[in-house]
């Protein structure tokens, strides 16, 4: 490509840009003459909004875009002139040269000759549309050519007729396209810039991992603090032997020896003070610059509200005149600030529920008329920041859901009983709105009755970790509540201990937490539930699911997360809560693929890592256990009763022989022994389960012994593990490295025996059932 065809594009580019600004711009003003013809300041922005449109379209040679931006030009100038009221035919005809516009610029080929082709025809018939349609207000729309020599083109001083008699590659001279370039960067400034989504997600993530190490230097500076206050206690002590040995005859080397140390320890003392200062100077600057890196990191994400605003009150507009009804959209919280991707995914769901409020909620205007209100209906989309979270809302002053029409559904869809359903809260009737394929229709039109809209509404809500909630006031209107969380870096959590292990289950999934009577878990037919706020909820242990060791032994009360919706709703009991935390969420590494019941990771203020809980994939784990029949009770996995614990033992070694030479020993002496084929398998058992005593080979794939060895003495939560090599190296320095890396034993398979074996693993756990 050459450096014109280079130049050429990057042109196209910014007036893409510009044409997706002016648009916009259009559109709006639009909307808003139809509602107030006359309004000089709508007139001025729209024709503004053409005439620029029409001087890009120039500069880069695009003649169809500037024979309509002419034309719609001439048409705000006519009605600024007041030759030219604009009602709505003319509005209609406007909006769809805004859209031609669009076009030209995004053919849908691709190739922007298409104006020039195939699209002429369409550009042409707009063109005798528009002269029509304003025809009868005796406005006579000139040609291009025919344009006023007065009018100037944008950023430069050339007349439009000399424009238009000069060779297109004349006007890509470098003052052109630095007026162009310099008039989208005004506008465009953060769009602009070119840098890959990529690239900013891996400058959030490293920020967050800034912020969260900068906080690391908080405990340092308690255990220094710490370190303090015992030096000031050992001078305190050496104060005391000091004045015993005040009345004793020391030898004039003794007492310089003990001035001496009480010189040393004050002066360690004065500069452990100074230290602390300049530490804490130091952590509270970091954590400072920390937090700014990753709000101007976050900031890069964020992008307002109205990205995606754009082109609803135009949707909205068509919609209702093609229902017969009256429909303005009031947009509160443009400059709210969202997440991108957040952002891109909501245009989908926004777009169902603004056409389920003109079609479902809003009345034709005979009947609102009727209740009393006015004819025109409004639709109201607000979004802002609320406590830590993005709260969208859209609402109707439509009639409101009908409930009993909302029962006679269910009841006819068999959902529920009569009994059942006369019973349930108007909360728990409007949530059947969002199931697959439910509606109330009786008949399907191309706009609702499929049932499909609410439930795809709900489906991608959930996958932005939020939340979606349903009010209605009958003859007042409907109101949409969705809560999100204001960038998906960033996790609400609560944080709970199963098996002496942190998970963080997202907020967005938690229904409530409690602590559940011992008295008040009901057992029918070998399943666990408790009955909370009129209903029955299952409960099992989540220490099951996780597979993450052994729950103690229940108190009075038991912890309990319950999490899913309706028919899935189920009480998780874990070890104790931890409270709630703000992560900085981390994708699993890819090569893992993925982890059952694991949706990412995160990492807390003391540099431990913490999974964040996959609560859809939990929630398929329990029903597969359910079905299978294997949800084992409460009491029985806290492991009450006269059985006691049997010891558990991993063998990890990449000889299916040994592997299972090792397991049948260890099993005919009552352990509980799990196998893992290489030292990455033993690695991810002894993360996520508990053991007292790892077996292992050392030369195996993927991670070797002695770096499986190293990680568990390097993990605090794994300290206590035992651990053996059993491996064919003999040699004295393979011994001592295996046992520098932290092993307690080292035996060689070349005298291994059984008896051995049994012996060893006894004298480092003890009895199976010990």
Known sequence: MSANDSDSLSLLDLFR?????????????????ERVPASAKYLEECMRAAHSLKGAARIIGLAAGVDVAHAMEECFVSAQQGRLVLGAA???????????????????????????????????????????????????????????????????????????????????QEPDRDALRASASREHT????????????????????????????????????????LQRNTMRSLEGVHEELADLRLSDRAQTSLAEVRRLLAKCQQMLSNQLVELETFDRRSVNLSQRLYD??????????????GTYPRMVRDLSRSLGKLVRLDIVGNHTAIDRDI???????????????????????????????????????????SGGMLQINVADDGGGID?????????????????????????????????????????????????????????????????????????????????????QSIVRSLLVDIGGEPYAFPLAYVNCTLELAQEKIDCVQGKQHFAFQGRRIGLVTAHQIMQSGVMAQPGATVPVVVVGEQHSEYGLVVDRFLGERMLVAQPLDQRLGKVKDIAACAILEDGSPVLIVDVDDMIRSVEKLISAGEIENVQNHSGSGSAPRRKRVLVVDD????????????????????????????WNAVRSERFDLVVTDIDMPRMDGIELVTLIRKTPSLASTSVMIVS????????????????????AKGAFDGGTLLRVVRDLIGAADA
């Open 17 to 33: 840009l510009e044409v997706e600004t002016h648009v916009r711009s259009l559109s709006a003003g639009l909307l808003a003459l």
């Open 90 to 172: 003319q509005i209609d005809a406007l909006l769809r040269g805004s859209d031609l516009v669009h076009r030209i610029a995004n053919p849908p080929t691709n190739d922007i000759a298409w104006a020039d082709s195939e699209g002429r025809s369409e550009i042409n018939g707009f063109l005798d549309m528009l002269g029509i349609s304003l025809h009868g207000a005796n406005a006579v729309l000139a040609q291009p050519q025919a344009a006023s020599p007065s009018i100037l083109l944008e950023g430069t001083a050339t007349p439009v007729e000399h424009v238009l008699t000069t060779p297109v590659n004349a006007l890509l």
């Open 190 to 229: 953060d769009r602009a810039l070119r840098v890959t989504a990529e690239n900013l997600n891996r400058l959030l993530s490293l920020s967050g991992e800034s912020l969260v190490e900068s906080r690391r230097l908080k405990p340092f500076a308690e255990s220094m603090l710490r370190l303090q206050r």
């Open 296 to 309: 101007e990191a976050l900031a890069c994400r964020m992008r307002p509200f109205a990205d995606t605003t």
């Open 343 to 385: 952002l891109e995914r909501l245009d989908t769901p926004l777009g169902h529920l603004l056409r389920n409020a003109v079609d479902h909620g809003i009345e034709s205007p005979g009947q609102r008329l009727s209740s009393g209100k006015q004819a025109e209906g409004v639709v109201t989309m607000e979004a802002r920041h």
């Open 403 to 487: 409930l009993d029409a909302l029962r006679a559904a269910i009841i006819q869809r068999n959902l529920g009983s009569h009994d059942t359903v006369a019973q349930m809260s108007e909360p728990e009737l409007l949530e059947f709105l969002m199931l697959p394929n439910f509606t109330t229709r009786d008949r399907v039109t191309e706009i609702s009755g499929r049932g499909v809209g609410l439930d795809a509404v709900s489906n991608i809500i959930k996958q932005l970790r939020g939340t979606i909630r349903i009010f209605t006031t009958k003859g007042r209107g409907t109101r949409f509540q969705l809560q999100l969380p204001l960038t």
């Open 655 to 682: 000889s299916l022989t040994v592997r299972e030479l090792e397991r049948k020993l260890l099993t005919s002496q009552g352990y509980d022994v799990t196998i893992a084929v290489d030292g990455m398998d033993g």
């Open 728 to 747: 064919y190296k003999e040699r004295e320095e393979d011994r001592r490295r295996g046992l520098d890396a932290g092993a307690d034993y080292y035996l």
